[in-house]
């Protein structure tokens, strides 16, 4: 694993492990002739995790939180709502060809554009045609986004794989893109979707274990098992396990995550 990675998954779990200790009492001692008085331990409920004043967590009602707790999170909620969605497909691509190749063009590619590979799934790859816009996340050391739009769906590999391989074309007069730069964006294909239940992005945990969300009800914090559906950039459709109207935490979500395996002395990790 990367170095600075294993530093930063440490510095969080000390977080995580100082925000549960704030406001945690002084473990009781032993009766001795400096502590006369012997305070007795208090008894755990069956389904109740390891606590103290700030953090617990119950079976079947999640995480409590104290006020002193959540402010030191800086924990922010807000309501599922029914809104129109402005459908988007999230693009992983690869940058396969350079800008300043020189080629027969056999392909049709043309001089002083990078081009870039995606697979997609047949339902994604229905929603879109060429010349749909492409937008994706500036590079390293830029602040601007990199456009460009759909080149070709080439379904040769679709009876095998299942998968639809998009081809984009990415105009680089500045031949900023290199053969094997990886790119993360979206394509938009202008479809707008009926109102759908929906929170922000942020609030999804995507774990190996599936997506969830943190309902949040009273002071107490319960990690849901949820399916999600289309998405635009802001938000994501929620088809089951949601309901409008109900209270969802938006962050810090890995840490609530953290905190309960902490407390539940769980494994796993977030993806």
């Not at 549960?20 to 305070?39: D, L, R, W, Y």
Request: glycine share 8%.
């Amino acid at each position: 694993m990367n170095p600075w990675i294993t530093l930063k998954i440490a510095g969080v779990l000390l977080v995580v492990t100082l925000l549960i200790s704030c406001g945690q009492k002084q473990e009781p001692k032993e009766k001795t002739a400096s502590n006369p008085i012997a305070v007795p331990e208090a008894k755990q409920h069956e389904g109740e995790a390891d606590h103290d004043e700030g953090v617990s967590f119950h079976e079947g009602k999640g995480i409590t939180l104290s006020n002193e707790t959540v402010n030191a999170l800086g924990l922010k909620t807000t309501q599922a709502t029914l809104r129109e969605l402005n459908f988007i497909v999230p693009l992983n691509a690869q940058v396969y060809r350079s800008a300043d190749e020189n080629s027969s063009r056999s392909g049709g590619e043309k001089n002083g554009s990078a081009y870039a590979t995606v697979m997609l799934s047949k339902q994604e790859a229905e929603t879109l045609k060429r010349g749909t816009k492409v937008i994706f996340d500036p590079p390293s050391g830029s602040d601007q986004p990199i456009e460009g739009i759909l080149w070709k769906l080439d379904q040769t590999q679709t009876p095998i794989t299942d998968k639809v391989e998009a081809l984009i074309e990415i105009p680089d007069p500045t031949h900023r893109l290199p053969i094997g730069l990886f790119l993360k964006g979206h394509a938009q294909p202008g479809k707008t979707l009926k109102k759908v239940v929906s929170i922000p992005r942020s609030a999804v945990l995507d774990t190996a274990q599936g997506k969830f969300v943190y309902i949040a009800k009273e002071e107490s914090y319960l990690r849901t098992p949820i399916k999600t559906g289309n998405a635009d950039q802001i938000a994501i459709e929620i088809t089951e396990g949601l309901q409008a109207g109900e209270t969802v935490v938006v962050a810090p979500v890995e840490k609530l995550w953290l905190i309960e395996l902490r407390l539940t002395k769980g494994g796993g990790h977030a993806d």
